[in-house]
């Protein structure tokens, strides 16, 4: 296992896709692994996958909650006392365009909780820690935090995650914590394949970029990790 065998790497929306995969490589690393996310019973299964308690804990958590994100750094805390990485990777895509429609109001606002305060969330509550350990702070973006699509919402919340990640890249310096903005293109998830004509990356691929930026020497800070399917236009 090297030497990541005490470190531990924190990862919201664990259950599924990039989270999931990222938890597999990191465990694969080394490290003991949070794994966070609603879905309980998926969390358990990939826990125990990855080694059970000793080397996996699952929590149950809604990152768009304050509460339920601090209790998921105090009980990381309690039970295996350090945080090294944390990966605020949590999202999802509810809702759509600015012009009619059927969305609701409320949908947006689930996707901006969930999507840009559970990020928030997950840097302020991980931060001391990751700051006593000169850790590294990780944030899913997108590449539609760089371009704006019509008809998307969405798009709206990953440019709040670009522009989070650079400011929290420069408050951050002189504290020796990295920070990597991670921006997938379009990953084969159930919400890409009523399309299966487009180009798509796997969740595994955006995975090892992870890994990639983690595993680099403490003064290498990799601040932007943007990986595209072959022939995507956008």
């Known amino acids: 296992m090297g030497n990541n065998d005490d470190k531990v790497f924190l990862i919201t929306g664990a259950s599924t896709g990039i989270g999931m995969e990222t ?6 690393a080394g490290y003991r692994v949070v794994l966070a996310a609603r879905s309980q019973n998926k969390l358990e299964q990939l826990a125990s996958a990855l080694g059970g308690k000793e080397r996996a804990l699952a929590e149950v ?5 304050w509460q339920s994100m601090r209790n998921l750094v105090e009980v990381s805390m309690q039970v295996y006392g350090r945080i090294d990485v944390a990966f605020a990777n949590a999202g999802g895509v509810w ?17 901006l909780m969930t999507n840009v305060f559970g990020a928030a969330a997950t840097a302020r509550l991980t931060l001391p820690e990751l700051m006593r350990r000169k850790g590294h702070l990780l944030l899913t973006g997108s590449v539609v935090g760089r371009v704006a699509p019509p008809n998307n919402f969405y798009s709206a919340t990953k440019w709040a995650i670009t522009g989070m990640a650079e400011s929290l890249r420069k408050e951050l310096l002189g504290s020796d914590v990295r ?3 991670v921006e997938p293109g379009k990953v ?4 890409w394949r009523n399309r299966p ?3 798509m990356v796997f969740a595994e691929d955006i995975a090892r970029a992870v890994m ?5 020497p403490p003064h290498v800070d990799v ?3 943007l990986v595209r399917p072959v022939g995507q236009q956008l």
């Not at 958590?61 to 909650?65: G, L, P, Q």
């Not at 084969?188 to 919400?191: H, R």
């Open 61 to 65: 958590c809604d990152v768009s909650e």
């Open 23 to 28: 938890a597999r490589l990191a465990a694969k």
């Open 197 to 199: 004509d487009d180009p």
């Open 188 to 191: 084969d998830t159930p919400f």
């Open 212 to 216: 990639f930026a983690v595993s680099q």
């Open 179 to 181: 920070v990597t903005l």
């Open 223 to 225: 601040s932007e990790v």
């Open 95 to 111: 809702g759509g365009g600015y012009v009619g429609g059927e969305d609701t109001p409320e949908l947006w606002q689930q996707m």
